[in-house]
């Protein structure tokens, strides 16, 4: 290799580094059909910065951050194919109240305090509720230390029609259902196992409330693979940290067919899971969404 092509690969890794002081490079995924003659507005910058501080306590990703990563998986994991270019990430969490408030459902309880934040900065900054919940949950998955970069585009429409009931998967359901709710998303077993090391920061309150506020890994202020390397124990030895909470799902999808086999290939591998995890949540974040309509935002993320 000429070293003029070992300098550009060298560039190419260190503009896709997403946060300072990771210990580990994020990874950046390739995108096409975006619409190339604009530039992205100057106000996500400014929301980025208050993101900052919001999201950050000290040099851990806080509570707020965990939540508004789980409202973009609640606002936009609901869709599945069947719905095109309606659905998905459309603000509904927050604002949907037809023909039921969405934020009321069961599997959203513990999001109403991010959801007002999210509804609070959008009116503050002049934007939709949509585009709020994807720049705030992808800020947090940047700025969690080892969190990737994950492309994010701009110009999504608000929609008070709540989601479809059905479309956000449970803690107690069965892998196989699980694999299939996803797979009508237009995942594969990959993509679901890589999503599912969002729990690296994610901690529990309701699934059961006896031992609330558990992490669902040792480290849940860092964006990290020790989520599938204790999950996987947990699931073949039954032995986890006092301090863990393993969800059943996670359990049961940790030695699950070609999910397990994915799953257990991110134990240890940070490159690879964050890789695989930014491709699917680029693609989850534009559900119901055109991204050829859209803007590239992914550079006010810092």
């Excluded at 994991?77 to 969405?102: I, K, Y």
Aim: glycine share 8%; with cysteine; aromatic share 8%.
């Amino acid at each position: 290799m000429h070293l003029s092509h070992v300098l550009l690969a060298i560039a190419s890794l260190v503009s896709h580094i997403c946060a300072r002081k990771l210990p580990y490079a994020a990874v950046d995924v390739p995108f096409l059909g975006t619409r190339k003659d604009s530039k992205c507005p100057s106000v996500w910058t400014q929301v980025k910065a208050e993101l900052n501080t919001l999201f950050m306590t000290g040099d851990q990703c806080n509570d707020l951050a965990r939540a508004a990563i789980r409202a973009v998986f609640h606002d936009c994991g609901s869709w599945d194919t069947t719905q095109g270019l309606t659905g998905g990430c459309d603000g509904s969490l927050v604002v949907g109240v037809t023909p039921n408030v969405e934020l009321d459902r069961t599997e959203n309880r513990g999001l109403q305090t991010i959801a007002a934040k999210i509804k609070d900065l959008s009116t503050k900054y002049g934007t939709s509720v949509a585009d709020m919940v994807v720049f705030a949950g992808n800020s947090a998955i940047c700025l969690c230390p080892g969190g990737p970069r994950v492309k994010t585009f701009i110009g999504r429409k608000d929609s008070t029609v709540s989601a479809p009931p059905g479309g956000i998967p449970s803690p107690f359901d069965s892998a196989p259902n699980l694999l299939n709710l996803f797979a009508k998303k237009g995942f594969s077993a990959e993509d679901l196992a890589a999503l599912l090391g969002a729990h690296s920061t994610s901690t529990q309150k309701f699934v059961d409330p006896s031992q609330a506020n558990k992490s669902q890994d040792s480290t849940p202020g860092q964006w990290d693979v020790n989520y599938y390397k204790e999950t996987y124990s947990f699931a073949t030895t039954g032995k986890k940290d006092d301090k863990v909470f393993v969800l059943p799902s996670d359990s049961k999808l940790a030695t699950f067919d070609d999910v397990g086999k994915k799953f257990q290939g991110f134990i240890g591998n940070q490159g690879k899971w964050t890789s695989s995890f930014a491709n699917a949540m680029e693609r989850m974040v534009l559900f119901g969404n055109d991204k050829g309509d859209m803007v590239d935002c992914t550079s006010a993320l810092g």
